[in-house]
């Protein structure tokens, strides 16, 4: 191994040092800073301005919070101006002070982790097991007591009474094999298009009635027009990359957030998460298996897991709480 | 006291920021070889040196912890640490199953690494963070195993190089098989190879993003993080002249018409994403005062890397601008007065940053009581004169994705077409 330690730097970390818990032990901290350039009666010209993606009706809060603590000391107004940026780094907000007096200058900054700001409350996925069958899940649609499961050659319906699903029909889709086999179904009104790589199936669903043609063919994905890659099982046009820690499925929820299966191995159980851009905002939905399917539904999304106990395809529910 | 953290947090703590991709793909394939090329004749894969680490720090050698992209530490081939009994030293605890590029298995003797507590930890923590401090066996032959996802498999001085998987990697096979790199190709060779599919990354100027754009060429910018400064080598040019060709640059200019508003104008050496405070170095021109300032008409030896067509246009357009405060820029042999550099963000750590700048340009720094009152002293006395941070620009061919940065091409994969 190399030197670990090379010459040593005294290395000040003022910002770490200076991080505080809240906004408003940082607005105090940041005052008494000031403070200590200033003479005991004096109270400055304060200057407050905004940077930073601060959230701006908190920085009145800065502003008013500064004001009563410097104006506290005295009545001396205009012995010293202070302008005060909130601006932001890698680790969070920076409050800047420039304080200027006659013959003086000085910079004072403190800073507030993320961490210490208000944070939103969890996100939550819950799940409900709708279907379970030993051949692969590609997609599934609930309309009431109907319901269509795609599997990798065929496409079948079933009905429920009595609270019991029984298949009533099936129809066999011409379309080739492929290995690690993907689809989507969409429905408009009595019409159904099954879209799988590398072919499109059209017709009604019921009774089921496809005819498969052998071209690539788009269908909505998070409002985008995408499309699966002929002969492979990755989508174009998606309109963002996967998560780098999440190689799973991933789609969008919530305003801007991604509900995204884990880089689970085929044969480890899975997590579903929802993050908002690095963060995971939700804690993780456990699955028997791994994820091998996950599409936005009307009340949330439909999960395929393979239950590694059972070696079935389980189709989920899930439902997605915004926090809204 | 002990330190640990959980595989959770730190996966989610270190995920990158999303980035835009042309073809939202995702499930990885594995396979293929990756060519990138570089201007870069970088001339050993040595973490010691500086053209290295700048370049691929952490594909082949991997540091006890590393800074993530929020500039915290986290636990890497440590896992842990803790004071030992005595509470005089610190042991970290290595990560298990690790191997090393030559097939053994990397175990620290007495299962643990130790280091004196003679400074707090997290100035140890950001010191064993640097590349340079990357676990680095020599083998008899001459050659450097590491840990990273990728091995040297062969290393052309300054030419070519290849890396390869390195199969049993702890964190996980990478996607690619292997990655050749050819260094030394200048710009416009990089971007006719991509045109002609004999590379995959090729590096680009912020002045091609938009005419590669426009022909739909995948083109990804970094965070701003190179820093273009002026530097006065001779230290018997006046503060008051040095201050004087500061004054007189028109930044404004030259950002909006020869770096195409892609790139941030700047006087601080760490941008202001990175410190929040580089707004604090006021990056104005004041050609009166400049004037005022170098009344003596000097005459300054200018050097820059005129192999370059971006540093040459902004030479050039910083030697009109001197003009008008009184001061030439000529080019001329010997020893230059003054530089043009660019030079490049090592660490997320600011202070491991302003070092790394310092040493590049061989000053000496003395750290002061803050990061920055560090940077304001180094810059104080006008000897480093910053001007610009510009992103790093990378072009990429059609079937790469999943690219983040030329530092991290672990998760980088190839679709095949």
Known sequence: MHAIIPPVFGACLLLALFAVSDVENAVQLLASKIASHLAPADSPRLAVRNISSFPAEDVTNVRAGLLRILRKRGRSTGAADVTVTISENVRGYLLVAEIRKKNMSAIEMVNIKPSSLPQPRLLAVSKRLVWEQPEPILDLQEAGDRMLVLSPARIARYERHAGKWSMVEVADLAVPAIRDPRGRIELEQEKINVFLPGAVCRGSWEPLKLTCELTSADFTLDGAPVHFAPARNTIEGQRRSTPRAAFGDYISVCDNKILASSASAPDATDTITIFNGAAAVSEPSDFPGPVTALWPAPDGALAVARNLTTRNYAAYALSVDCGH | ?417
């Open chain 2, 1 to 417: 006291m002990q330190r640990t953290r959980s595989l959770w947090i730190a996966a989610t703590s270190s995920f990158l920021l999303f980035v835009a991709s042309l073809a939202g793909a995702r499930r990885p394939h594995y396979g293929g070889e990756l060519h990138i090329e570089i201007r870069e004749q970088i001339p050993s894969p040595d973490p010691a040196n500086r053209a290295f680490t700048e370049t691929l720090p952490t594909e082949v050698f991997e540091t006890l912890v590393r800074v993530d992209e929020q500039g915290e530490i986290q636990p890497w081939l440590a896992t842990s640490w803790t004071h030992d009994v005595a509470q005089k030293r610190w042991l970290f605890i290595p990560r298990t199953n690790v191997t090393l590029h030559n097939g053994s298995l990397w175990s620290p003797p007495g299962g643990a690494i130790s280091f004196p507590d003679d400074k707090p930890i997290e100035q140890i923590l950001r010191e064993l963070a640097n590349p340079a401090n990357a676990v680095v066996v020599h083998e008899p032959d001459g050659k450097l195993s590491g840990t990273g996802p990728f091995r040297i498999a062969r290393w052309e001085p300054g030419k070519t190089a290849r890396l390869e998987a390195h199969e049993t990697y702890w964190g996980g096979r990478a996607f690619l098989d292997a990655i050749e790199i050819q260094m030394g190709r200048a710009i416009r060779e990089q971007l006719l190879d991509l045109d002609l599919a004999k590379t995959d990354v090729a590096e680009a100027e912020v002045t091609d993003v938009r005419r590669l754009r426009q022909r739909g060429v995948d083109v990804r910018l970094s965070k701003p993080a190179d820093v273009l400064v002026l530097v006065f080598e001779n230290s018997q040019i006046d503060a008051a002249t040095r201050e004087a060709l500061a004054l007189a640059i028109d930044r404004n200019a030259i950002q909006s018409v020869l770096l195409d508003r892609q790139a941030e104008i700047s006087a601080a050496l760490l941008p202001q994403w990175l410190s929040g405070y580089a707004f604090l170095f006021p990056a104005v021109r004041d050609v009166n005062r400049a004037r005022a300032l170098a009344h003596a008409q000097p005459r300054l030896r200018f050097a820059y890397d005129r192999d370059n067509t971006l540093i040459r246009s902004v030479a050039e357009r910083i030697a009109v601008n001197a003009s008008e405060a009184g001061i030439t820029l000529v080019s001329a042999s010997g020893t230059p007065d003054v530089t043009l550099r660019r030079l490049r963000l090592t660490s997320m750590d600011e202070m491991q940053a302003l070092n790394d700048f310092a040493s590049a340009l061989r000053i000496s720094l003395t750290p002061a009581a803050s990061v920055y009152e560090t940077e304001k002293q180094l810059l104080g006395e006008f000897r480093i004169v910053p001007l610009f941070h510009l992103p790093a620009v990378y072009a990429l061919g059609k079937n790469v994705r999943d690219w983040t940065s030329l530092q991290r091409l672990e998760d980088v994969w190839l679709e095949t077409r």
